[in-house]
Structures are given as structure tokens and as C-alpha cells.
């Protein structure tokens, strides 16, 4: 599975659009790119999953460049609820095995 | 619909017990995975089931085992217990191979003293 490598932390204030960005230079032509959230001493989970260009759901955008060698995980409009940390996770969707980097600890001030 | 259901909550064992936890996954999920969450290890993959079959197996001891039922419900268990197995173990499930994601329990929180 490709590697991924995300910044340890962010900070950002409530109503602010926020940007993650992930780098997978491995990527296989068949990976999928999903991300995740985990709060503390809960499960991760599933906020969006993508292969190219842009995919938007009701909470997030994720921006897939041509080459797919990084990721941008896009919350618009934070709130202090979004303070969490987000996993960029690469792989085949018909991978059973996640392999979870350090994440982003993104933290939302008022 | 319900989501992933993992028993007990909370657990505390001592050094060379053993310990059996419980997953539920969503109704019509085939698939279920497990995972160790340490501060020092971040999110480790253990081991999937599918249909009642491992499929994959992570880098873990064999103390370390798991099982699923006809029902899809599975357990995992953990012999011989070590203080260094003190982690919250979640539980994932996706309908075949996580086309939409995984969804996870809110995970067993096992400490060892």
C-alpha cells in the first residue's frame, strides 16, 4: 500500500475553510484515496473517498490532482466540533487492510 | 440502521489473563477488520474477516487471534496477556472490501495492570 505523508498538525478558527493536503508519490494506478476523522477514544470515521479530480459530499470536498500524487481534504466553514484528527489513507477500494499514517491533529480555536 | 457494536465498553485484565472482545457489525456487512490503537503505535491493522475466513493478518503475535461467526459477528482474542497490550481495540466493517469506506465501533478500551 502506498505511503502516505500528512503534516502533523493545523490550526485554524471557527469559520475558516480549512486544507489538508496529503502526499501519496506511490500511488497505484487502481488506489483509491479515502480520508477519515477520529475523535479521541472513538472509531474512525468515514468522511470521503475519491480516485481523480474533485468529489464533494455534504461535509467535505476532496481535490485530486491529474497525477494523484497528493490529496487536498477540504472542510469548509470549521466549527470547534471539527477539532479531530484526519487520516489520509490510500489504497484499492477492495483493500481490507488499512494502514493509517500519523494523521493531522486539526485544531479549531473560536 | 444500527452501526458497529463492540462489548464490552471498558475491560480490565491482569498480566497473563486472557480476553475475548465482541464485534457486531452492520447488518449485511460481510467483512469485518480489527485494529489496535496505541499513543506510541497510532492505529495498527490485526487482522479481516470475510465470510467467516482471515483474509489478511497483520504484524502481531499469535497470541493475538480472531474469529467470525455465520452471522458475521466477530470476536477477537488475546492470550497471555502483557501490559503493553493495553490499547482500545476497534473494530471495522464494510460490505465486501470497503468500496464505501469502513465503518468502525466506538472500540474496547482493555488495560492491563
Known amino acids: 500500500l502506498a505511503k502516505t505523508t500528512q503534516p502533523i498538525s493545523m490550526d485554524s478558527y471557527e469559520g475558516q475553510e480549512v486544507n489538508i493536503t496529503c502526499s501519496h508519490n506511490?500511488?497505484?494506478?487502481?488506489?483509491?484515496i479515502t480520508w477519515y476523522q477520529q475523535f479521541p477514544s472513538q472509531g474512525p470515521r468515514f468522511i470521503i473517498q475519491g480516485y481523480k479530480t474533485k468529489v464533494t459530499n455534504e461535509v467535505a470536498s476532496l481535490f485530486i490532482p491529474a497525477d494523484r500524487k497528493s490529496s487536498t481534504l477540504s472542510l469548509p466553514r470549521v466549527s470547534l466540533s471539527d477539532t479531530a484528527v484526519y487520516y489520509c489513507?490510500?489504497?484499492?477500494?477492495?483493500?481490507?487492510?488499512?494502514?493509517f499514517g500519523t494523521g493531522t491533529l486539526l485544531a479549531v480555536q473560536p | 440502521k444500527a452501526g458497529v457494536t463492540q462489548t464490552p465498553r471498558y475491560l480490565i485484565k491482569t498480566r497473563g489473563q486472557q480476553v475475548t472482545l465482541s464485534c457486531s457489525p452492520i447488518s449485511g456487512h460481510r467483512s469485518v477488520s480489527w485494529y489496535q490503537q496505541t499513543p506510541g503505535q497510532g492505529l495498527q491493522f490485526l487482522f479481516e474477516y470475510f465470510s467467516e475466513t482471515q483474509r489478511n493478518k497483520g504484524n502481531f503475535p499469535g497470541r493475538f487471534s480472531g474469529r467470525q461467526f455465520s452471522n458475521s459477528r466477530s470476536e477477537m482474542n488475546v492470550s497471555t496477556l502483557e501490559l503493553g497490550d493495553s490499547a482500545l481495540y476497534l473494530c471495522a466493517s464494510s460490505s465486501t472490501g470497503g468500496e464505501n469506506g469502513y465503518t468502525f465501533g466506538s472500540g474496547t478500551r482493555l488495560t492491563v495492570v
Open positions: 489513507l490510500v489504497g484499492r477500494g477492495a483493500t481490507n487492510k488499512l494502514i
Open positions: 506511490n500511488i497505484a494506478t487502481n488506489d483509491y
